[in-house]
Protein backbone atom coordinates (compact mmCIF):
# COMPACT_ATOMS: atom_id res chain seq x y z
CA UNK A 1 0.00 0.00 0.00
CA UNK A 2 2.59 2.32 -0.83
CA UNK A 3 4.93 1.70 2.45
CA UNK A 4 7.83 -0.74 2.67
CA UNK A 5 7.20 -3.82 4.58
CA UNK A 6 8.18 -3.53 8.14
CA UNK A 7 8.40 0.41 8.27
CA UNK A 8 6.67 1.15 11.00
CA UNK A 9 2.80 1.20 10.03
CA UNK A 10 0.75 -0.69 12.55
CA UNK A 11 -1.60 -3.79 11.96
CA UNK A 12 -4.94 -1.19 12.35
CA UNK A 13 -3.20 0.60 9.35
CA UNK A 14 -2.62 -1.86 7.62
CA UNK A 15 -6.56 -3.39 8.28
CA UNK A 16 -8.24 0.25 7.19
CA UNK A 17 -7.03 -0.45 3.51
CA UNK A 18 -8.64 -4.12 3.45
CA UNK A 19 -12.04 -5.33 3.21
CA UNK A 20 -12.29 -8.84 3.82
CA UNK A 21 -15.52 -11.15 3.66
CA UNK A 22 -16.01 -14.98 4.18
CA UNK A 23 -19.03 -16.86 4.99
CA UNK A 24 -17.23 -17.37 8.49
CA UNK A 25 -17.72 -13.80 9.50
CA UNK A 26 -21.92 -14.71 9.30
CA UNK A 27 -20.75 -16.56 12.59
CA UNK A 28 -19.39 -14.05 14.61
CA UNK A 29 -22.46 -11.29 14.14
CA UNK A 30 -24.87 -13.06 16.79
CA UNK A 31 -26.59 -9.82 18.29
CA UNK A 32 -29.66 -8.00 17.11
CA UNK A 33 -28.01 -5.74 14.53
CA UNK A 34 -30.02 -3.72 11.72
CA UNK A 35 -28.82 -4.06 8.16
CA UNK A 36 -27.87 0.05 8.42
CA UNK A 37 -25.86 -0.90 11.68
CA UNK A 38 -24.04 -3.80 9.92
CA UNK A 39 -22.93 -1.77 6.96
CA UNK A 40 -21.77 1.10 8.87
CA UNK A 41 -19.64 -0.80 11.14
CA UNK A 42 -17.79 -1.84 8.12
CA UNK A 43 -15.89 2.20 9.23
CA UNK A 44 -14.90 0.82 12.45
CA UNK A 45 -14.12 -3.29 11.40
CA UNK A 46 -16.54 -3.95 14.82
CA UNK A 47 -18.35 -6.83 15.60
CA UNK A 48 -21.16 -4.51 16.19
CA UNK A 49 -21.47 -0.81 16.14
CA UNK A 50 -20.43 0.77 19.08
CA UNK A 51 -19.72 4.95 17.82
CA UNK A 52 -22.42 7.09 16.70
CA UNK A 53 -21.41 7.56 12.71
CA UNK A 54 -21.20 10.96 11.57
CA UNK A 55 -23.27 12.05 9.18
CA UNK A 56 -21.12 10.94 5.88
CA UNK A 57 -21.29 7.61 7.46
CA UNK A 58 -24.84 7.34 7.48
CA UNK A 59 -25.04 9.00 4.06
CA UNK A 60 -22.65 6.17 2.57
CA UNK A 61 -24.35 3.47 4.37
CA UNK A 62 -27.52 4.84 3.00
CA UNK A 63 -26.24 4.93 -0.27
CA UNK A 64 -25.07 1.00 -0.64
CA UNK A 65 -27.76 0.26 0.93
CA UNK A 66 -30.42 1.84 -1.78
CA UNK A 67 -27.45 0.09 -4.43
CA UNK A 68 -27.99 -3.13 -2.86
CA UNK A 69 -32.04 -2.48 -3.13
CA UNK A 70 -32.68 -2.73 0.62
CA UNK A 71 -34.17 0.71 1.14
CA UNK A 72 -37.16 -0.79 2.85
CA UNK A 73 -35.12 -3.33 4.86
CA UNK A 74 -32.52 -0.82 6.45
CA UNK A 75 -33.87 -1.50 10.04
CA UNK A 76 -34.46 -5.13 9.55
CA UNK A 77 -32.98 -7.58 11.52
CA UNK A 78 -29.55 -8.78 9.65
CA UNK A 79 -30.00 -12.24 11.29
CA UNK A 80 -33.33 -12.58 9.86
CA UNK A 81 -32.45 -12.14 6.27
CA UNK A 82 -31.94 -14.63 3.54
CA UNK A 83 -27.89 -15.97 3.66
CA UNK A 84 -27.41 -14.08 0.26
CA UNK A 85 -28.96 -11.19 1.30
CA UNK A 86 -26.45 -11.38 4.29
CA UNK A 87 -24.02 -11.67 2.14
CA UNK A 88 -24.75 -8.93 -0.09
CA UNK A 89 -24.56 -6.52 2.94
CA UNK A 90 -21.19 -8.04 4.56
CA UNK A 91 -19.43 -7.40 1.30
CA UNK A 92 -20.99 -3.92 0.79
CA UNK A 93 -19.57 -3.26 4.90
CA UNK A 94 -16.40 -4.59 3.48
CA UNK A 95 -16.48 -1.61 0.68
CA UNK A 96 -17.75 1.19 2.49
CA UNK A 97 -14.07 2.48 3.55
CA UNK A 98 -13.65 2.24 -0.15
CA UNK A 99 -10.51 -0.14 0.70
CA UNK A 100 -8.21 -0.21 -2.26
CA UNK A 101 -8.01 -4.15 -1.78
CA UNK A 102 -10.97 -6.29 -1.47
CA UNK A 103 -10.79 -9.87 -0.43
CA UNK A 104 -13.44 -12.22 -1.22
CA UNK A 105 -12.92 -15.59 0.48
CA UNK A 106 -15.17 -18.10 -1.01
CA UNK A 107 -18.18 -15.47 -0.82
CA UNK A 108 -20.71 -17.82 -3.34
CA UNK A 109 -19.99 -21.54 -1.13
CA UNK A 110 -23.84 -23.00 -0.58
CA UNK A 111 -25.48 -20.79 -2.70
CA UNK A 112 -27.89 -21.83 -5.48
CA UNK A 113 -27.59 -20.37 -9.05
CA UNK A 114 -29.89 -17.26 -8.71
CA UNK A 115 -28.45 -16.03 -5.58
CA UNK A 116 -24.61 -17.02 -6.94
CA UNK A 117 -25.49 -14.25 -9.86
CA UNK A 118 -26.55 -11.32 -7.42
CA UNK A 119 -23.16 -11.63 -5.69
CA UNK A 120 -21.85 -12.31 -8.83
CA UNK A 121 -23.23 -8.99 -9.99
CA UNK A 122 -22.13 -6.88 -7.27
CA UNK A 123 -18.83 -8.26 -7.66
CA UNK A 124 -18.37 -7.19 -11.37
CA UNK A 125 -19.87 -3.89 -10.76
CA UNK A 126 -17.59 -3.19 -8.10
CA UNK A 127 -14.56 -4.24 -10.66
CA UNK A 128 -15.81 -1.87 -13.09
CA UNK A 129 -16.92 1.18 -10.84
CA UNK A 130 -13.94 1.52 -8.45
CA UNK A 131 -10.69 1.27 -8.36
CA UNK A 132 -10.61 -1.68 -5.43
CA UNK A 133 -8.94 -4.15 -6.46
CA UNK A 134 -10.47 -7.83 -5.87
CA UNK A 135 -9.04 -11.05 -4.96
CA UNK A 136 -11.77 -13.94 -5.27
CA UNK A 137 -10.94 -17.15 -3.65
CA UNK A 138 -13.08 -19.81 -4.73
CA UNK A 139 -12.67 -23.56 -5.50
CA UNK A 140 -14.83 -23.51 -8.40
CA UNK A 141 -15.46 -21.86 -11.66
CA UNK A 142 -17.72 -19.24 -11.29
CA UNK A 143 -20.40 -18.18 -14.87
CA UNK A 144 -20.26 -14.34 -15.82
CA UNK A 145 -17.30 -13.42 -13.36
CA UNK A 146 -14.56 -12.35 -15.81
CA UNK A 147 -11.15 -11.99 -13.94
CA UNK A 148 -8.44 -10.52 -15.16
CA UNK A 149 -6.23 -13.32 -14.60
CA UNK A 150 -6.80 -16.79 -12.47
CA UNK A 151 -3.95 -17.84 -9.95
CA UNK A 152 -3.93 -21.19 -9.64
CA UNK A 153 -2.94 -23.12 -6.41
CA UNK A 154 -1.56 -26.48 -7.62
CA UNK A 155 -1.05 -29.20 -4.74
CA UNK A 156 2.17 -31.29 -4.87
CA UNK A 157 4.07 -33.35 -1.97
CA UNK A 158 5.84 -30.44 -0.37
CA UNK A 159 2.58 -28.22 -0.42
CA UNK A 160 0.84 -25.91 -3.24
CA UNK A 161 2.79 -24.73 -5.40
CA UNK A 162 1.03 -21.38 -7.84
CA UNK A 163 1.06 -20.81 -11.49
CA UNK A 164 -1.02 -18.06 -13.32
CA UNK A 165 -3.52 -19.95 -15.23
CA UNK A 166 -4.05 -18.66 -18.92
CA UNK A 167 -8.06 -17.42 -19.02
Known amino acids: ?13 IKEK ?29 IGL ?5 TIQNKLAEEWIDLLGL ?5 ASFQNLTTATQRLI ?4 AMIKH ?8 P ?6 QDTAIIVSLINKIVTESDTTVLFVSH ?12 ELVPTENGSLGKRKEI
Do not use: C, H
Not at 108 to 113: A, F, Q, T
Open 71 to 75: KTQKE
Open 18 to 46: IGYFSPAILELFQRKITVKQMVISGFYDS
Open 99 to 106: PPLLILDE
Open 90 to 93: LIAR
Open 108 to 113: LINLNN
Open 140 to 151: RSVKDLNPDYIY
Open 50 to 54: YKRPT
Open 1 to 13: FGNKKGSGESVWE
